[in-house]
T-cell receptor, first 113, second 111 residues
């Protein structure tokens, strides 16, 4: 049972475009929603995260939008660059002092020059 | 400061063989985790250790055992490897407030 559903599976945008990756969750007890970036052959790296008390969070060119009533959250990458080409994972967890992350299935992003 | 280190980086096993994946972190984190990554399935939690001396099952624990040797080290053991355990295994540690750091992974093939 996939508790966090992620789409699209893959995405191609031109340099400067704004790719958007969407995730939906089922468990309303989730209260921490991070995004991870993974390059080939590497481990995932935390990119940005949000908690349900805010609807949007920006860090540099990366923005998370969060809709609690719809149980959805999304990642926007502004002014995308070829170096952003990677696989992106959304995740969710219940903050109990430690994080048992439930991951989406990933989105492979290609930013063409 | 090496972060989270894993050994080995690659391993090929025959069905029925056993092995231990090693993980260490030098960030003095309390919580450590083992995930496996399979194509099209994201990462799934195998076992975790919320603090030194404690371990607990995650989403997919069958066929695995773990040991939290001390605060730094958290190992994953496959007692009798099966082809279904072919995967990339990631160890992670958490600083708190959701800051989870992943190691570089171990790519395991079971023939």
């Amino acid at each position: 049972q996939q508790q966090v559903k992620q789409s699209p599976q893959s995405l191609i945008v031109q340099k400067g475009g704004i790719p958007i990756i969407n995730c939906a969750y089922e468990n309303t007890a989730f209260d921490y929603f991070p995004w991870y970036q993974q390059f080939p052959g590497k481990g995932p790296a935390l990119l940005i995260a949000i908690r349900p008390d805010v609807s949007e969070k920006k860090e540099g060119r990366f923005t998370i939008s969060f809709n609690k009533s719809a149980k959805q959250f999304s990642l926007h990458i502004m002014d995308s660059q070829p170096g952003d080409s990677a696989t992106y994972f959304c995740a969710a967890s219940i903050d109990t002092g430690f994080q048992k992350l439930v991951f989406g299935t990933g989105t492979r992003l290609l930013v063409s020059p | 400061n090496a972060g989270v280190t894993q050994t080995p980086k690659f391993q090929v096993l025959k069905t029925g063989q056993s092995m231990t994946l090693q993980c260490a972190q030098d960030m003095n984190h309390n919580s450590m985790y083992w995930y496996r990554q399979d194509p099209g399935m994201g990462l799934r939690l195998i076992y975790y250790s919320a603090s030194e001396g404690t371990t607990d099952k995650g989403e997919v624990p069958n066929g695995y055992n773990v040991s939290r040797l001390n605060k730094r080290e958290f190992s994953l053991r496959l007692e009798s490897a099966a082809p279904s355990q072919t995967s990339v295994y990631f160890c992670a540690s958490e600083r708190g407030a959701g800051w989870t750091y992943f190691g570089p992974g171990t790519r395991l093939t079971v023939l």
